[in-house]
């Protein structure tokens, strides 16, 4: 007998994989050095899945009598991270990148898984050769890589390593998170009220009957 875990696990690498190949080639996104980027797109996805899940999972235990509650909150947090995650409301840079959001909510991407994994596919793809061109800004000489002022406009780093913290900050949540689920598991422990046999119960009405 395999653990569930495993089963749900490798569920997760086989939709995640080929939902990459799909995506990733149907787009036409950066290809160069021999697949690296594609491989790192795959890796970063990967991590991403397994860390909304237990954050799923998280939420689920605290609101383990309510579970329709917790599906909403789940459904907000959802929300929440698709706001403040730099795709649609801008990050805002150290270079004076511009922003919309107010510097009190500026700790909410911080947090975010979703910005982190926006921020590190970002780099991953401008980047790539192929957007090497440069841009030429008014009133001054020469020029600047188009991939670097398209990041500085969306209010991403413009060096190649961030892209790599990004995933070790993706990894941290996950260890994070299953610290914290295997906590909330112990604490909030309580007896399944379906943990009774199906036989069993069909034999209870049968007697109350």
Known sequence: MYCV??????????????G???QYYLVGLNNDNY???FAFFILVLLVYTVVMS??????????????NVGVSV???????SSLFSGFILPRGTSEGGNTSVPDYWQWAYYINPTA???????INEYKGTRDDGLVEREGE????????????LIGHSTESRDKWNSLLVLIGMYVGLTVLLDILLRVCRRECVYAIPL???GRERMRRS
């Open 116 to 122: 982190w994994t926006l921020s590190a596919l970002a």
């Open 5 to 18: 875990m495993f089963f749900v696990m490798a569920i997760i690498c086989v939709e995640t994989v080929f």
């Open 199 to 201: 036989r069993e119960r």
């Open 141 to 152: 000489s020469g020029g600047e890589r188009f991939g670097e002022v398209a990041l500085t």
């Open 35 to 37: 697949g690296q980027p």
């Open 20 to 22: 990459c190949i799909v």
């Open 74 to 80: 789940y459904g907000v947090i959802l929300l929440m």
């Open 54 to 67: 237990l954050l799923f999972r998280v939420v689920l235990v605290l609101c383990h009598n309510y579970v």
